[in-house]
Every structure is written in C-alpha cells, then in structure tokens.
T-cell receptor
Framework: GENVEQHPSTLSVQEGDSAVIKCTYS??????FPWYKQELGKGPQLIID?????GEKKDQRIAVTLNKTAKHFSLHITETQPEDSAVYFC????????????FGTGTRLTVIP | DSGVTQTPKHLITATGQRVTLRCSPR?????VYWYQQSLDQGLQFLIQYYNGEERAKGNILERFSAQQFPDLHSELNLSSLELGDSALYFCASSVRQGAQTQYFGPGTRLTVL
C-alpha cells in the first residue's frame, strides 16, 4: 500500500518568515495530494490540494508543489502569522481507486510572534 | 464548520465494553470514511461506505464494524475494547466515491480505562 513520509515533525518560525513542509509518497498510482491543518480539539481542515497533472498550485499565502518523478510534494506558507500555528498533515490518494487518504505523520508548526 | 457532525464528542468506557460512534455526512454527500488518530499510529483509514455499501477497508480490526444507513448517516461499532483502542475517531464525507475533497467532522475522543 501507499506510504507517506513527512518532514520535519516540528517546525518553529518567526512571524513573517516562510515555512516549508515536505512529503514523499511511494505508490505511483497516487494522483491526489491534499494538505490538512488540524488545530487543537478539531478535525483536519483541508487548506490546499493538488492533482498529479499539475506541478504547482497557489492560494494566497499557501502554495503546494509536486514532483511526480521524485514522488515528493511540499507545502509552502509565506508571511506566517501566529494563527498558522497548528499541526499540518500531507496525504495521498488514488482518485480512481478507493480514494481513501494515506496521511503523513504530521508537522507541528509554531509561529513565534 | 465542515458540515459533518459526529456524536458523542467524548466517550469514556472500560475494557471489554462495546460502543457506537455516529456520523452524519454533509448534506448531499454519499460517501463516508472513518479514520482513527492515535499518538503512535497517526491518522489511519479504517473503512469507507458509499450510498450504503462498503467500498474499501483499511486497517480495521475484526472487533470493529461499521454501516451506513438509508439516510446516509454512518455508525462505527467498536467491541471488546482494549486500552489501545483509545484514540480520536474521525468521520469524513465526500460527494461521491472518487470525489477529491473529503470534509472531516470534529471527531469522537474515545478513552478506554
């Protein structure tokens, strides 16, 4: 089955700096890669996603890049704010198959004011 | 608010007992997924239902079972509970099987004493 690895496990940045979280996946059949943000006591919330036919996607301060050949994808957050502090999960799935998500182990991001 | 509801929010029970977790998907969503989030295993896919039928199984124990009812709500039944079953259980829904976006509920925190 799919195996998703995520690094780093913790990340601290100063407010206004950028944060980058990286993930790799193992199954070449995976074609959909969402990123979720989980705040304390809440369920994961989708913040951005990318499909395998696209190399990069941006939504305001958040961007995701995908390298299909190397089987890795990354989340970039620019101009970080204290409210960006949370746990971020990457995931992978095969939309043509069962579509269940395989999650990375999470990155705890702390933005220091 | 994702539109996915889960009850109860918290559940405390003893080893050997049986519990039922309930999930109501977003209005119009036909597909329901169950995930388990524990400290040592991270977020793991358990089982998926689509319009009342089981469509995919992940790392779900034989002591666990689920079903989706005609009104599309779903229940996850956990029996012969063990200490290691203590975790957060999330339900997610999507419009249809293969639809890319899964919306997560707030979760049920299960504590087995």
């Amino acid at each position: 089955g799919e195996n998703v690895e995520q690094h780093p496990s913790t990340l601290s940045v100063q407010e206004g700096d950028s944060a980058v979280i990286k993930c790799t996946y193992s199954d070449s059949a995976s074609n959909y890669f969402p990123w979720y943000k989980q705040e304390l006591g809440k369920g994961p919330q989708l913040i951005i996603d990318i499909r395998s036919n696209v190399g990069e996607k941006k939504d305001q301060r958040i961007a995701v890049t995908l390298n299909k050949t190397a089987k890795h994808f990354s989340l970039h957050i620019t101009e970080t704010q204290p409210e960006d502090s949370a746990v971020y999960f990457c995931a992978a799935s095969d939309l043509g198959g069962a579509n269940n998500l395989f999650f990375g182990t999470g990155t705890r991001l702390t933005v220091i004011p | 608010d994702s539109g996915v509801t889960q009850t109860p929010k918290h559940l405390i029970t003893a080893t050997g007992q049986r519990v039922t977790l309930r999930c109501s998907p977003r209005s119009g969503d036909l597909s329901v997924y169950w995930y388990q989030q524990s400290l040592d295993q991270g977020l793991q896919f358990l089982i998926q239902y689509y319009n009342g039928e089981e469509r995919a199984k992940g790392n779900i124990l034989e002591r666990f079972s689920a079903q989706q009812f005609p009104d599309l709500h779903s229940e996850l039944n956990l029996s012969s509970l063990e200490l290691g079953d203590s975790a957060l259980y999330f339900c997610a829904s999507s419009v249809r099987q293969g639809a890319q976006t899964q919306y997560f509920g707030p979760g049920t925190r299960l504590t087995v004493l």
